[in-house]
């Protein structure tokens, strides 16, 4: 039996509002797990695009609408 199996197990014999926050935490994890990935992927992002952003031909838009 796997871990998932192993939860599904257990959990299924809870009343309601224990199975719910079963679930809670569950959504909790999987959010926590995306936000890392797209963190990631955005700080690859970054390092690539720095030499695009940080240049003096477009430092005029550096400030652009900050008043």
């Not at 569950?26 to 797209?38: C, G, M, P």
Request: aromatic content about 8%.
């Amino acid at each position: 039996m796997n871990t998932a199996e192993i939860i599904y197990e257990r959990a299924k014999n809870l009343p309601e509002p224990l199975a719910r926050e079963v679930l809670d935490f569950v959504n909790f994890i999987t959010l926590k797990r995306e936000h890392a990935e797209t963190e990631s992927l955005m700080l690859a992002q970054q390092s690539s695009l720095a030499g695009i952003w940080d240049n003096a031909e477009d430092e005029v838009w550096d400030h652009a609408g900050n008043g």
